[in-house]
């Protein structure tokens, strides 16, 4: 590297260059030949071209290439629609082919890319140059963005003046009525069309908001829409250059459609004033899309994007108008989503958030007009209830919220909610307080609604695994009835009866995560179809650890296809390293399977499924289990 030489001064020179010869014609080849000699002093080159955008901002057009035998033509353009996602992201983007490195260095004034450099290179260059190369290209932007708005400024001068009058007013308004307002009225005016139209889509292309002006200056609004031609490429021509249809569009898409029209005045619409039209149609579109942005970055700021109630921000800015505000009697109600996690886990997070949907729902429904609802948390809501006084009005709003969720029959796991409350009647309550007071009696709710919940949990998980496989709720209970006669003759205790029967009725559940197809083939499965039940036991395993109501019994679950001789899945577990309560279930389930049969196994008679059970004892099953089972008085079990 010569004395002195650096990237970051190649790109103030290569500025410098442009912006001192912006009215140069052939500025660009002057302008490669010194990057490609200046950057080659650092990095060695074979090549460097230089892309700007056209005219249009919709690509880029290559200007000129400098290599290693002089300047060569270019004529290349890139659609902006096709740059890869990093130069969107506005970093640098590296490819290759057989013989040589490539390098796209973007350059971008602000939020938008104004051209492109492409370095050709031997070798990669090196990622500890990345940062000089960014550096160069924000000086290079820099005078290309000048560049570019002086040859417009020479070309167009005429209008100069009215684009920043008009942007100006644009940018002054934040109501988009208003907003179409002053842009028919300044453009009609300036450039005296006897119609001029404006047409809003939305994302179905449905037109949803039209207005206009005439030639005699009444604004109209349109209630019937007429079809529209499609604008996705550019303006279209109505007829004899005296009217045009422009799209309205952003980097989002095309968001409508403006008419311009001289049909009596018969005021051609040339070239010049077309360009103009598309640089107005760009400006306005860009003031629309920053409102919408503008708009959503609003009610992101205090929205809640899932439920659509406010956010733990808004909290902050409500106290603080609160403390401004005569609230009080303020009433303070805490909930917190029961089963958020399971549904996640067994179902996906799409059945989590319709969770979430549906209680933002309800409670919506329930509370006062004037109640300030939040997302608090993840799984918690917090309601604000101003000039609530009566402790009964807030107890009933909480009963109110439970009484719908059980009826709530819209979500793959039940919707239940624990709910906590706290009334401050005067300015003497502190909100922190209130919170604490709320907070403390929702735990205390909650572990209070934890046997009930678990209850109606088990409950909706056998319904679901029951729809979901040939495995009805009836083998369900048949199993459990089998495995407690086993687990008595074993002498287990009443919490590991309990657990026992808690196993019978979900051993199965990873099943939930096999698709129906397989579970409920006709005839015999593949091996990868295999492969896919044989993760079922895993599935289990981890829906039941999830959840604190099942995860006493996950082992259990993960084990229950074990075998005694270790050949069994998913472990390979063998003997007593399986645990006990999964010995009894593999026996009970075989044998259920068995008389009853399935979808893939036809039905055989009670006592060849015995003879089954002691012809594999020992090596699939515990023998004790087997000799146990066998023993069972049969006569009074239901079958």
């Not at 000129?64 to 002089?70: E, L, M, S, V």
């Not at 932007?141 to 684009?163: C, H, M, P, Q, V």
């Not at 550019?234 to 989002?252: A, E, Q, V």
């Not at 996640?344 to 997070?349: A, E, R, S």
Request: proline share 3%.
């Amino acid at each position: 590297m010569a004395e002195g030489t650096n990237l970051y001064r190649v790109g103030i020179e290569g500025a410098e260059l442009l912006i001192s010869n912006s009215r140069k014609a052939f500025i660009y080849e002057e302008l490669v030949e010194y990057l490609f000699h200046g950057i080659n002093k650092v990095l060695d080159l074979e090549q460097i071209t230089f892309y700007a955008i056209d005219d249009e901002m919709e690509n880029l057009r290559g200007e000129a290439i400098y290599n290693r035998t002089g300047l060569v033509p270019s004529y290349d353009f890139i659609a902006l629609d096709r740059l890869s996602a990093e130069i969107k992201k506005k970093e640098l983007y590296r490819f290759r082919d057989r013989k040589y490195h490539y390098l796209w260095i973007p350059l971008y004034a602000g939020s938008h890319l104004v051209g492109l450099i492409e370095l050709q290179t031997p070798v990669p260059v090196p990622e500890a140059r990345e940062q000089e190369l960014r550096g160069m290209a924000g000086s290079i932007a820099f005078g290309l963005r000048s560049l570019l708005f002086e040859r417009d400024t020479i070309r167009e001068k005429e209008n100069t003046e009215f684009y920043l009058r008009l942007n100006n007013e644009l940018q002054s308004l934040n109501k988009r009525e208003q907003l179409i307002d002053v842009f028919l009225e300044m453009v009609a005016k300036n450039y005296h069309f006897d119609l001029m139209t404006v047409f809003l889509f939305n994302e179905d292309k449905e037109i949803t908001f039209c207005k206009g002006i005439d030639e005699s200056g009444r604004v109209f609004t349109m209630e019937k829409f007429p079809a529209l031609p499609d604008l996705a490429a550019d303006y279209i021509n109505i007829g004899d250059s005296i009217g045009y249809w422009f799209p309205l569009k952003t980097n989002t898409g095309t968001v409508g459609v403006t008419l311009f029209y001289n049909l009596y005045t018969l005021y051609k619409i040339n070239d010049s004033l077309l360009n103009t039209l598309r640089i107005l149609c760009s400006q306005f579109a860009s003031a629309l899309e920053n409102l919408r942005m503008f708009s959503d970055l609003q009610r992101a700021a205090f929205y809640d994007i899932l439920t659509g109630l406010y956010n733990r921000t808004y909290f902050d800015v409500v106290v603080n108008e609160l403390e401004g505000q005569e609230a009080f009697p303020l009433g303070i109600i805490m909930g917190d989503l029961n089963g958020l996690k399971i549904a996640n886990d067994v179902f996906g997070h799409s059945a989590g958030d319709k969770l979430l949907i549906e209680l933002a729902g309800i409670i919506k429904s329930v509370c006062p007009e004037d109640a300030l609802i939040f997302r608090w948390g993840g799984d918690e809501f917090f309601i604000l209830l101003p000039h609530l006084s009566r402790e009964e009005e807030i107890k009933q709003i909480c009963n109110n919220i439970k009484k719908r969720c059980a009826e709530n029959k819209e979500t793959a796991v039940l919707l239940s909610v624990s709910l906590g409350y706290a009334l401050g009647k005067n300015r003497d309550w502190e909100l922190a307080r209130l919170i604490k007071k709320a907070d403390d009696r929702m735990y205390r709710n909650k572990l209070l609604d934890r046997k009930n919940y678990r209850y109606r949990l088990i409950s909706s998980l056998k319904e679901t695994l029951a729809r979901k496989s040939y495995e009805s709720t009836d083998h369900a209970e048949r199993m459990a009835e089998l495995a407690i006669r086993v687990g008595q003759k074993l002498g287990l205790s009443g919490n590991e009866l309990e657990d026992l029967k808690l196993l019978a009725l979900l051993h199965d559940l990873g099943k939930v995560v096999v698709s129906d197809e397989i579970l409920n083939k006709e005839g015999s499965l593949t091996e990868e179809e295999w492969e896919e039940i044989m993760k079922h036991p895993e599935a289990g395993y981890r829906i039941s650890q999830s959840s604190s109501e099942l995860s006493h019994i996950s082992n259990y679950i993960l084990n229950h296809h074990e075998h005694w001789d270790g050949s069994g899945y998913p472990l390979g577990n063998k003997g007593e390293e399986i645990p006990l309560l999964s010995r009894i279930i593999a026996v009970v389930d075989a044998y259920d399977v068995m008389i009853h049969g399935g979808s893939y196994k036809a039905p055989v008679s009670h006592e060849e499924a015995l003879e089954e059970l002691q012809r594999c004892a020992g090596t699939q099953f515990d023998p004790n289990i087997v000799e146990i089972f066998c023993e069972l008085d049969f006569a009074d079990i239901s079958q």
